[in-house]
C-alpha cells in the first residue's frame, strides 16, 4: 500500500519511467534484489529501503523510486546520498550519486 502523506519527494517523469519517493509496497521488489552478488537479509534490506525514504527529510535530496511507467512495477532507484564515509580525503557533507537496477530493466537504456 502507498503512504497516504506527501513526501516532498519530487516526481520526475520520462518517456519510460517515473521517479518519486519510495512507497510501502516497493519494500517487497525492494528486498528480492541484491547487489555485490549476495542476497541482503529482510532485516539488512529494509535498514537499507528505511535509509534511502528518510533521507529526503533529513537532508533535503536523496534517492527515487523508479518505476516502470508502462507496468507501474518498482524497477530500481537512483539518487544522492551522503554516508559519511570514514575515507580520507573526507567528502563529508558532499553528495553522492547512486542507483541500482533490477536485472530485468538492464541493458534497456535506462542507466
Partial sequence: MGSPKAT???VIETARTILRA???DDFDAYVARFIGGKP??????WMRFLRHAGLWSLIGYGFW???EKASGRFIGEAGFHDLKRDIEPSID???E???ALASEAHG???A
Wanted: charged share 30%; proline share 8%.
Fill in 93 to 95: 557533507g558532499v553528495p
Fill in 97 to 99: 550519486a547512486g542507483w
Fill in 22 to 24: 519510495h512507497r510501502l
Fill in 8 to 10: 516532498g519527494v519530487p
Fill in 40 to 45: 541482503r537479509t529482510r532485516e539488512e534490506s
Fill in 108 to 110: 534497456r537504456g535506462l
Fill in 65 to 67: 523510486a523508479i518505476e
